[in-house]
């Protein structure tokens, strides 16, 4: 006999294959995949059966629902409170960092450099106790290549720098358990400017 596989999602993310008709005790391998800045969290057959395997592999022995569940992820600050309150962030440089709203990745708000002139730095710092494993962040800089540039520093160490005209992008590096100082500086040299001669941060 013929069944009827129905599939949909809920939040954001896709399911494959898409709905349709399948051999009875047929084997299906259904994949579901997350839209940006979503996760995969659990599928639900029929009205009541939960599974977290993705992808989920099943044999199709009567007419099936099954719904893929998507999550946003959170992200320990996305700046969405609109400030700086939600982490023990501090300023450096010449002029502190901003959250603001005309170049953002998600949601209304990202973290911009200050306002500097030529021989001048911006620094947004936050030292505190952190659980170990991988960070990570996203990160748009649009600065005269080569000379003004964001570095990101763990203690000290830089651990990237970044200049010219570059999109929102990720970065991500490993941390040990303990107290450390994270800093992202968007530093100018002595002459020049180009384009918003800036570096933004987000998630």
Avoid: C
């Avoid at 990202?110 to 990160?139: E, H, P, R």
């Amino acid at each position: 006999p013929i069944l009827t596989l129905t599939l949909g999602s809920v939040g954001g993310g896709q399911v494959a294959p898409s709905s349709g008709e399948v051999v009875s005790n047929s084997a299906v391998l259904l994949t579901g995949t997350p839209d940006v800045f979503y996760t995969f969290d659990h599928w639900a057959i029929g009205s009541n059966l939960l599974s977290g395997a993705n992808p989920l592999s099943f044999v199709v022995t009567s007419n099936t629902s099954v719904t893929a569940y998507f999550r946003p992820m959170s992200f320990t600050d996305d700046f969405e409170t609109g400030d700086f309150s939600r982490l023990g962030w501090s300023a450096a440089g010449d002029q502190p960092w901003e959250v603001q709203t005309n170049i953002v990745l998600a949601g209304n708000f990202s973290a911009g450099s200050g306002l500097i002139g030529d021989s001048q730095a911006s620094s947004l710092v936050l030292t505190t106790n952190f659980a170990g494993g991988m960070g990570s962040f996203y990160f748009r800089v649009d600065s005269e290549p080569d000379w003004d540039a964001l570095s990101f520093s763990v203690d000290g160490v830089i651990q990237g720098r970044w200049s010219g005209e570059l999109d929102w992008t990720s970065y991500s590096f490993p941390l040990p358990a303990g107290m450390h100082t994270l800093e992202w500086r968007y530093a100018k040299d002595s002459n020049l400017s180009e384009g918003e001669d800036a570096a933004f941060l987000d998630n």
